[in-house]
């Protein structure tokens, strides 16, 4: 199995910082990679699919980027509402689709 | 877009069985794949395995071969999936979620709100 490894698993941030998520995988996933929200009690909700192109109505100031084995998650001007878990999925072997465990972001 | 609704909560005693369905609206569903996804509490998303809905055609994930089953009603716009020999570990909420390019290289589009599933004695 691919394993995805997130950093860090949690993080606490003012509204208006930068925060950036890393997301590395076992072995070269090319841009097999895709981000997730999850707010409580919610289901998951697509961010970023195939490492860097943003999904249909979601704010411009989430951007994720790389290939290979190391990816990252930006949210370049943090708000409110943007408390929430994120989670990053490989989905380069087809057999078995991988999650991150989470990283969970609080707003100070 | 896809919509998906999924039946409601369950709870079931150790060694029993639970079927979960899952709704999708009609509209370009020819074209989607549905995964399943479970949650324990807590705790991070774990990928189940996925269906064709046109085909029948299912992959599932190791862990799971043999105690999980994915299938279609007729319309194949509703879904299932059942889990049998179930334990307190398989407490969890269970998500169907849909794929449009059947590989996941777009990742999860759509989500259903989710289905609780209760194992206890």
């Known amino acids: 199995d691919i394993q995805m490894t997130q950093s860090p698993s949690s993080l606490s941030a003012y509204v208006g910082d930068r925060v950036t998520i890393t997301c590395r995988s076992s072995?070269?996933?090319?841009?097999?990679l895709h981000w997730y929200q999850q707010k409580p009690g919610r289901a998951p909700n697509l961010l970023i699919y195939a490492a860097s192109n943003l999904q249909s109505g979601v704010p411009a100031r989430f951007t994720g980027s790389g290939s290979g084995t190391t990816f990252t998650l930006t949210i370049s001007s943090l708000q409110r509402e943007d408390s929430a878990t994120y989670y990053c999925?490989?989905?380069?072997?087809?057999?078995?689709?991988?999650f991150g465990q989470g990283t969970r972001l609080e707003i100070k | 877009q896809v919509q998906l609704v999924q039946s409601g909560a369950e709870i079931k005693r150790p060694g029993a069985s639970v079927k979960v369905s899952c709704e999708a609206s009609?509209?370009?569903?020819?074209?989607?794949?549905i995964h399943w996804v479970r949650q324990a509490p807590g705790q991070g998303l774990q990928w189940m395995g996925m269906i064709n809905p046109n085909s029948g055609g299912t992959t599932y994930a190791p862990r799971f071969h043999g105690r999980f089953t994915m299938s279609r009603a007729t319309s194949a716009t509703t879904l299932y999936m059942e889990l049998n020999s179930l334990r307190s570990e398989d407490t969890a909420v269970y998500y169907c979620?849909?794929?449009?390019?059947?590989?996941?290289?777009?990742?999860?589009?759509?989500w259903g709100p989710g289905t609780l599933v209760s194992v206890s004695s």
């Open positions: 072995q070269n996933i090319g841009t097999h």
């Open positions: 999925q490989q989905s380069r072997n087809t057999y078995m689709f991988t």
């Open positions: 979620a849909s794929d449009p390019s059947g590989d996941g290289v777009v990742g999860f589009d759509f």
């Open positions: 009609a509209e370009t569903f020819s074209d989607y794949f």
